[in-house]
């Protein structure tokens, strides 16, 4: 029976190795899920944000780990009872379907006694409300607007485009020159089609109109609305790549693109910045502009950027150490030095909405960059603000407003059936209450 | 169907046959009713819930069938899943049964392996290589310009065009290996009756391995209902909806649209079409004991 | 002499056929490795050609930074405990059910068969909450008492129709030496069956190294992580490097062919005596 005792053998060497339940730990470990980042992310938020929280509480392990497809993967772990202690999601759509659940902890204490509710923009604490608790923080701000290849720009003379006639005209100036206006691709992420639903659904209508819409008062199909799609219908079809083409590019095939001259303009948001950053994504010497979209129609302000929250962040209510998970929370998203630093760090991925001193600002964060910030802080505190598809809509009208699009760029549909179902899906989730608190305008 | 009785087994009482037989079936028994059947029935009863994930399950009877049924894209994705079911039993089940037949007739068994070799590659190396072949700016699209993902029409198809190119070389080293059963003397006496090759695949080849072809059939048409992971590492559903089936849009409705009564009810459909497909078989293999 | 040139010439068709079919199974995988030794820029400017120079360097950095060597061993330890398992559950099943002649068996099979129509995304979730009651998320045995039995089914059905095959007489001469049944099974028919076993080693091995939405969704921790969910992330990582992504790839993908490679003539020979008749 020597062969039974080789299996023997080997099932114990297996079962020794295989039994990896962590053994209880003495000192507080928090954790937090973290979508798919690249190594140099990874280490720049260890030390910047888990290592200065760890000097300064020797006895808290922090514990950053990286998940891929983490909206699923969380959301199984959260209903099941386990899952990090800092819950990190894709905006406060899905945050606040966490809290009504009652998996999550009301931070507005924490929130008080630093005085965040001052430092953040009320639209940043009021669509992470539940029955007027506050569940979760946006870490990322972002906005929407053109990221253009300056040098090709300044070669030619062109200038941004601030309203329809110079959006027009420049496209067309651009495509006489055998440039493609504007790049873009959506094979990793479909959803990239609301990215330009967004701004047409706003800068045509006006972001008093889009707010309207949102809380109910004015309906989607509007023709407003209808008109805003029909024009973006045009502007696809002839300023972005050809379909075939757009549906099979990802981010590292069409940014390069305007790096390279090949594209005039991104229609993007700010995460773009961590792209461009980088040399495999922009590899060329041109340099990189930034400009708000231009208004669509006589009428409409500029400039004005459409405001949506990339992640957002809160506390496991079946954390072990609830308490100090929250801490922690706060800790990072009011330390300027260090939301200073991770600008230079983690281009797009971490804006925070407060305002960072101009002397904390690294020498090294890409100028052009921190512009965006700036602007994106100031035009907010204005009220000069629209509304981003992701942050705002419900799930279904969400998927809808993604899917949909496409079948109206081909004809399939037409712009008043598109916005006809929109308006159906989008009334019976705001009946539902699923969709987003909006913060009244000023 | 029961395997020839062996003469000290008939002899002995059932009940002793059954605690012989026990302790062989119990464990993997109890793994899988644990493991499988058990979550699935849950799941399958949750079918009649309206379940957001992360709420409170409320009762709601048949209406997320209802509603499925009524969901054009639930058409359209079934629609794509009966394309995708006609090609795989058809398309690479012939690939199989020519590159098997040629193998028998000329013993180049040195073939065997490099057919094969594509079956064992794991889904998200072969679904990124072919991602690159399809490439519009790098790979084929450079050189003919063409984008066979990104183009609605075209997209289901490329996929399974690439998919193909990873199963049937399974399906000829199953056929092959069935042929290896075959006696020799059977294809001795039709080739002095001065048969053709085709006559000798047709006569002889073909109904001597038919139980393992209706078999491969059946687990085409079970596996081409739950086809996931292709089509999530190379279009995700899109573009526009093309190449949506049923177990994406399962995936989208669950984890996207927060619809988890829905998404429970699609998985009970994708099973059901299964479950058909099975029930087919042992027709055919009835139907086939009868000839 | 008419019948010689004839069959000479559907020989050359035959033969051209086959090689033709050789070419389609390797076209892909010459794109691939041929990308995985080309610099970027080389890489770029000639997608489809041999490479100008070759940059073995790729492979080097792909599993330095990639950090494949753990994913590597907890792909193998999966492997080797799911291989194990199924040696150790499913095929004492299957030989109870081809050889211990009992009326419930015929529903077992059918049992067995119905299992194959589940989709994995049916009892994910529920199973998730199980699995984390217990403790066994995040854990490589959890993972393989999954993987155990998702593949058993097939296993068995292979197996069954592998061990009806073997004679009676054999058992009998040995139940009639006085061995139990288990004796029987594991010291006359296992050995008898081995080409049978390896093509299911070699199956439920493949399986269990390819799989992904499993272990993405029932490993959350990097340290336990196998290399097809370490691929996954990586693609992200390195999205614009597709030499580096290709590297990768092939470097995941090359111990389940190194045993392929091993065992192949073993497996052929084995799914021969199986027949896969169900």
């Known amino acids: ?442 | ?291 | 002499m008419n019948r010689t040139r004839k069959s000479s010439s559907t020989d050359y068709v035959t033969r051209f056929v086959l090689l033709f079919l050789a070419l389609y199974a390797l076209f892909p995988l010459y794109i691939a490795v041929s990308a995985s030794l080309k610099s970027r820029a080389d890489l770029f400017a000639n997608p489809l050609g041999l490479p100008k120079e070759l940059y073995l360097s790729n492979y080097a950095k792909a599993f330095e930074t990639g950090n494949l060597k753990q994913a590597f061993f907890n792909s193998s330890l999966l492997a080797a405990g799911t291989v194990l398992g199924i040696l150790l559950t499913a095929i004492p099943a299957a030989y109870a059910l081809a050889k211990i002649p009992l009326k419930s068996n015929s529903l077992l099979v059918g049992y067995y068969f119905f299992c194959t129509t589940i989709p994995q995304q049916l009892f994910i979730i529920p199973l998730y909450l199980t699995f984390s009651r217990f403790g066994l998320t995040n854990s490589l045995l959890g993972l393989i008492l999954i993987y155990i039995a998702v593949f058993s089914p097939f296993s068995i059905l292979l197996m069954r129709s592998y061990f009806v095959g073997i004679p009676n007489e054999l058992i009998e001469a040995a139940l009639i030496d006085g061995a139990s049944m288990f004796q029987a099974f594991w010291r006359v028919v296992f050995p008898v069956a081995r080409p049978g076993v390896i093509t299911t080693v070699v199956i439920v091995s493949m399986w269990s190294w390819n799989n992904f939405l499993l272990p993405l969704t029932f490993l959350n921790q990097e340290q336990v992580m196998p290399v097809t969910v370490r691929l996954g992330m990586l693609m992200g990582k390195w999205s614009a490097a597709w030499e580096l992504i290709m590297a990768s790839a092939i470097t995941g993908a090359l111990p389940i062919a190194i045993l392929f490679a091993l065992l192949h003539r073993r497996f052929i020979e084995g799914l021969a005596s199986t027949g896969l008749k169900g």
Not at chain 2, 157 to 166: E, G, K, S, T
């Open chain 2, 1 to 291: 169907m029961l395997p020839p009785l062996t003469r000290n087994m008939r002899k002995l009482k059932k009940s002793k046959k059954w605690v012989a037989a026990f302790p062989f079936l119990a464990p993997a028994l109890i793994l899988n009713i644990g493991i499988i059947m058990l979550p699935s029935m849950a799941t399958v009863f949750l079918a009649f819930f309206e379940w957001s994930g992360l709420d409170i399950p409320q009762f709601v009877g048949i209406r997320n069938f209802v509603t499925v049924f009524a969901d054009p894209l639930f058409l359209k994705s079934l629609t794509h899943n009966i394309v995708w079911t006609a090609i795989f039993i058809t398309v690479p089940v012939a690939m199989g049964l020519a590159g098997a037949e040629l193998l028998r007739r000329t013993r180049k068994e040195l073939f065997q392996p490099i057919y094969f070799f594509p079956v064992i590659l794991p889904v998200v190396v072969i679904g990124l290589i072919w991602r690159y072949i399809y490439h519009p700016t790098r790979g084929l699209g450079k050189v003919f310009g063409v984008s066979p993902l990104g183009q609605p029409s075209t997209a289901l198809y490329a996929i399974a065009f690439a998919n193909i190119w990873a199963w049937w070389g399974f399906l000829c080293a199953v056929f092959y290996s069935a042929t290896q059963s075959i006696s020799k003397d059977l294809y001795e006496a039709v080739k002095l009756d001065g048969a053709t090759g085709w006559q000798e695949f047709r006569y002889i080849t073909l109904p001597q391995i038919a139980p393992t072809l209706i078999f491969m059939e059946v687990m085409t048409i079970i596996w081409s209902f739950q086809v996931f992971d292709w089509i999530w590492v190379t279009t995700q559903g899109g573009p526009a909806g093309s190449t949506e089936l049923l177990a994406t849009l399962l995936y989208k409705k669950a984890f996207y649209a927060y619809k988890m009564g829905e998404a429970s009810a699609i998985g009970v459909l994708i099973s059901l079409f299964g479950f058909a497909g099975v029930g087919l078989y042992y027709y055919l293999s009835q139907k086939g004991m009868e000839v």
């Open chain 1, 1 to 442: 029976m020597t062969k039974g005792l080789w299996m023997g053998i080997l099932v114990v060497f297996l079962l020794s190795q295989m039994w990896t339940v962590a053994i209880a730990q003495e000192k507080i470990k928090i954790t937090w899920w973290y979508e798919s980042v690249t190594p140099e992310y990874l280490e720049a938020m260890e030390n910047n944000i888990a290592k200065p929280f760890e000097a300064l509480n020797p006895n808290i392990d922090v514990e950053i780990v990286v998940k891929m497809n983490l909206l699923e993967v969380l959301r199984t772990a959260v209903v099941a009872g386990e899952g990090p202690d800092i819950v990190m999601t894709m905006g406060p759509a899905e945050a606040n379907r966490y809290a009504k659940g009652g998996f999550l902890l009301p931070l507005d204490p924490f929130i008080e006694e630093a005085g965040l509710d001052k430092e953040f923009p009320s639209l940043a604490l009021d669509v992470g409300k539940v029955e007027g608790k506050t569940y979760s923080l946006p870490k990322t701000f972002e906005s929407m607007g053109i990221i253009y290849n300056k040098s090709l720009f300044d070669a030619y003379g062109w200038k941004p485009p601030t309203n329809r006639d110079e959006w027009v005209a420049l496209c067309e100036a651009i495509k006489a020159k055998g440039i493609l206006p504007v790049a873009g691709g959506n094979v990793a992420w479909r959803p990239t089609n609301e990215h330009y639903v967004t701004v047409y659904i706003n800068h045509y209508p006006g972001p008093q109109v889009v707010y309207e819409a949102l809380i109910g008062q004015r309906s989607w199909e509007d023709s407003l609305f209808v008109e805003a799609i029909e024009m973006f219908k045009n502007d696809f079809l002839t300023y972005w790549p050809e379909f075939g083409t757009y549906s099979a590019l990802d981010a590292p095939d069409f940014v390069p693109m305007v790096a390279t001259r090949k594209a005039a303009m991104l229609v993007v948001g700010s995460w773009a910045f961590q792209w461009l950053v980088d040399p495999a994504y922009w590899p060329s010497e041109d340099q990189w502009g930034w400009a708000p979209f231009p208004s669509l129609r006589e009428g409409v302000e500029y400039p004005f950027v459409d405001i949506g929250i990339g992640t957002t962040l809160s506390v496991n209510k079946n954390s072990k150490y609830p308490e100090e998970a929250a801490r922690f929370l706060i800790w990072m998203l009011s330390n300027k030095e260090m939301i200073a630093k991770m600008l230079k760090d983690f281009p797009g991925e971490w804006i925070v909405p407060v305002d960072i001193p101009k002397e904390l600002v690294p020498p090294e964060v890409d100028p052009v960059f921190f512009e965006h910030v700036d602007t994106q802080n100031e035009l907010l505190k204005q009220g000069a603000y629209g509304y981003t598809t992701w942050t705002f809509l419900g799930p279904e009208t969400w998927q809808w407003c993604y899917e949909g699009i496409e079948e109206v760029w081909f004809g399939n549909i037409s712009a008043p059936e598109y916005m006809k179902k929109w308006n159906e899906v989008f009334q019976k989730e705001l009946q539902a209450g699923v969709v987003p608190p909006v913060p009244p305008r000023k």
